[in-house]
């Protein structure tokens, strides 16, 4: 936990900068259809990363419109989360595919 | 609930050629070529679709389902390989078979907006279809583990296109 609040520390020192400086990366993964964890969370300022590992390609689409990532089979992708609230996402491509990012202040 | 289970059984009614009669299993040789033959079905669609459709998201639909349809046969070829199954031809693969040629010369004649509302609502009574059949004939009767679970994975990618497909559908009218 030091680096956490090393990171809050930093981010309360340099109060104007809107993106923390250690921002953590959260990974996710898309394997057989299926997006775990189903549900996530993330500090605003982090990287999201979702990790395809099936042969199709799948999409990480807000249905807010706030992100659109596209995932080719067997690639990532990022996104970095901007603003506090619970996101819900699908794949444009097989929308049975849903899941629940929570995006901490 | 009950609707979903009713439309289910229609489905596996009407893929239910003679070989597969009630009680009568499907082997896995022939789960194999069904399955395949599914997918050959809709890849062929999607190829006519790319070339008539009008609309740039029923263009965009037929493309997602050339190359996720492709992926999965592409998979289970290598795994017929790997289990040295040699897919069987049999009533139910004939039946869909000349059920999508009549569909695909139906399709032919069409053009434009007339088209693309034909071949979306197809996709969506072929999905529909071809999941009843998956859900309650072929997983159940598969014997091989690593084919069932293909069978499997490919039920989810084919809900996710049956419910893309109603998108795309609702998004024309
Ligand atoms: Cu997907």
Redesign the interface.
């Known amino acids: 936990m030091p680096g956490r609040l090393s990171s809050i520390v930093t981010a309360v020192v340099f109060a104007t900068m809107v993106v923390p400086a250690h921002a953590a990366t959260i990974q996710i993964t898309m394997e057989n259809l299926e997006i775990s964890p189903a549900e996530a969370s993330a500090k605003v300022g982090d990287t999201v990363e979702w990790i395809n590992k099936d042969v199709f390609a799948h999409t990480a689409t807000a249905k807010s419109g706030e992100f659109d990532v596209n995932l080719p089979a067997k690639k990532s992708g990022t996104t970095v989360v901007k603003k506090a609230g619970i996101v819900e996402y699908y794949c444009r491509f097989h929308p049975n595919m849903k899941a629940t990012l929570k995006v901490i202040p | 609930m009950f609707v979903r289970w009713s439309a289910a059984i229609a489905a596996v009614a009407l893929l239910s050629g003679p070989a597969l009669a009630q009680g009568t299993k499907p082997t896995d040789p022939q789960i194999a070529h069904i399955a395949y033959t599914a997918g050959v079905i809709d890849v062929n669609a999607a190829k006519q679709a790319v070339k008539k459709a009008r609309s740039k998201d029923v263009k965009a639909f037929a493309e997602?389902m050339l190359?996720?349809h492709e992926?999965v046969n592409?998979?289970a070829l290598a795994l017929v390989k790997k289990l040295n199954v040699t897919p069987e031809d049999n009533d139910t693969s004939k039946a869909l078979s000349k059920q999508a040629s009549d569909k695909l010369a139906e399709l032919d004649k069409l053009n434009g907006a007339a088209f693309d509302k034909a071949y979306v609502a197809n996709e969506v009574a072929y999905h529909e279809t071809v999941n009843g059949a998956l859900e309650t004939q072929l997983i159940p009767s598969a014997s091989n583990a690593e084919l069932k679970s293909l069978l499997q994975?490919g039920l989810?990618?084919f809900?996710?296109?049956q419910?893309?497909a109603v998108?795309v559908a609702a998004e024309l009218k």
Do not use: E, F, L, S
């Open positions: 997602d190359r996720d992926a592409k998979q994975t989810k990618i809900q996710g296109h419910q893309h998108h």
